[in-house]
């Protein structure tokens, strides 16, 4: 990394040191499978005031996906370190200007970097009558997309509304949503589901894209193989608890108040993809199974919003379920400086020096929907 790049940019990241700023940076990379390496390439690129900035266009959603993304900057995290470095240019939700002057400083941006931004989308696309349901600047979404799309370098679907429709798309879907891959048919795009999606995961493709010029390996689904290529069933820490016939059979009974498995209160987790178990979200560390929620598969097209809450997984869907790789035991994670995300990755490291990661890596390829690379 360049000195001087990293000075320009010390002060916003808290005036964490350089080595510890690349140190962070090779968490990111093993979390994407990278050589640790891989780390100092990742802080030279973020750093690099010639990177290629977001642009970040939201229909119809929560915009818990934007929200998501925040939540990490109130702490100092690993998460925050990235956020405050990916150039965001445009974001409705977090843009300084409004109206005219917005609009014209993403037209600047888009014509400055035809061919190298980076074009987020968040929320569904409505279709219905002439997509009329959602429309920004007098403009319906869905035409603002598609050109905005013509010019990007990179494309990425953040949230479950954006990857696949999700909440939106749900019957009756009166707007007639359908997410972006649908609407940019022969497009490449990357999807980050969940409703929301962990943020880790998206700023990690941003920073994979940023520094490589290429997106990480994706699925069928177009989802990043580093984040959803195992089932959340796999690696969760109650998984002892269902491999042992453990389970609560209603909310607030004995065996929930021991944190026995879920799946009698109809968690999704053994028909979700996504590593939700493994990365806990932002810096309080933590995600629906370890508050004693059941998944409901909230990345999952076909699951969240489609198959009731409460009603049991059907555990013929995926024949591909392995033995947990998790040791028995419930474990909490808590926040702390480091964030738990990271703490996971680093985690993650040692544990796989140490052999532990062994049986994880022995069950990776576990996603039937994944492309050889
Ligand atoms: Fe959807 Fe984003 Fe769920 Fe919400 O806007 S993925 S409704 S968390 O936030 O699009
Ligand atoms: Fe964890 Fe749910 Fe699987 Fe039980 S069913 S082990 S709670 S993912
Ligand atoms: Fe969503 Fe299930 Fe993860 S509900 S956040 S996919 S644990």
Same mark, same amino acid.
């Given at each position: 990394m360049q000195h001087n790049d990293f000075e320009k940019v010390k002060e916003s990241l808290g005036g964490i040191s350089r080595r510890d700023f690349i140190k962070f940076c090779s968490v990111v990379a093993a979390g994407m499978? &990278?050589? &640790?390496?891989a780390g100092k390439d990742i802080a030279n690129a973020v750093t690099n005031p010639n990177r290629p900035p977001v642009i970040w266009l939201s229909g119809q959603g929560c915009t818990g996906c934007t929200e998501s993304l925040l939540r990490?900057?109130?702490?100092?995290t690993l998460e925050s370190l990235l956020l405050n470095l990916i150039?965001?240019?445009?974001?409705e939700t977090l843009n300084a200007g409004a109206g005219h002057q917005a609009e014209n400083h993403k037209k600047k941006m888009v014509d400055k970097y035809t061919g190298k931004f980076v074009l987020v989308v968040e929320g569904a696309v409505p279709t219905k009558d002439?997509?009329?349901?959602c429309q920004i600047a007098g403009r319906p979404f869905q035409e603002i997309l598609k050109e905005t799309a013509e010019k990007a370098g990179a494309i990425i679907a953040i949230g479950s509304c954006a990857s696949w429709g999700g909440l939106v798309k749900s019957d009756p879907n009166p707007t007639g949503a359908k997410g972006a891959p649908e609407v940019l048919k022969g497009k490449t795009v990357v999807t980050v589901p969940g409703?929301?999606?962990?943020p880790y995961n998206f700023l990690s493709t941003v920073a994979h894209y940023i520094t490589y010029n290429k997106l990480p390996a994706i699925d069928q !689904?177009?989802?990043p193989k580093f984040a959803?290529?195992?089932?959340i069933h796999e690696d969760c820490p109650r998984r002892p608890h269902f491999d042992a016939g453990r389970?609560? /059979? $209603?909310?607030?009974?004995e065996g929930h108040q021991k944190g026995y498995c879920l799946y009698k209160l109809g968690c999704k987790g053994p028909v979700t993809y996504n590593n939700c178990s493994l990365k806990h979200f932002n810096?309080?560390?933590?995600w629906p199974v370890n508050t004693g929620?059941?998944?409901?598969?909230?990345?999952e097209e076909d699951v969240g919003?489609?198959?009731?809450?409460f009603r049991e997984a059907d &555990?013929? !869907? /995926? $024949?591909?379920?392995?033995?947990?790789?998790t040791p028995a035991g419930i474990h909490y994670d808590q926040g702390s400086g480091f964030s738990a995300g990271a703490a996971a990755l680093a985690g993650a490291a040692v544990g796989a020096a140490a052999g532990a990661g062994a049986v994880t890596v022995k069950h990776?390829?576990?996603?039937?929907?994944e492309d050889d690379e």
């Open positions: 499978s &990278l050589p &640790l390496s990490p900057s109130t702490h100092f150039s965001l240019e445009y974001n002439g997509g009329i349901y409703c929301p999606p962990n !689904k177009g989802r959803y290529r195992r089932l389970f609560a /059979e $209603s909310f607030g009974d810096d309080v560390g933590t929620a059941p998944c409901f598969g909230c990345s919003f489609d198959i009731p809450k &555990l013929t !869907k /995926e $024949s591909i379920i392995t033995p947990s790789a990776m390829k576990s996603n039937p929907n």
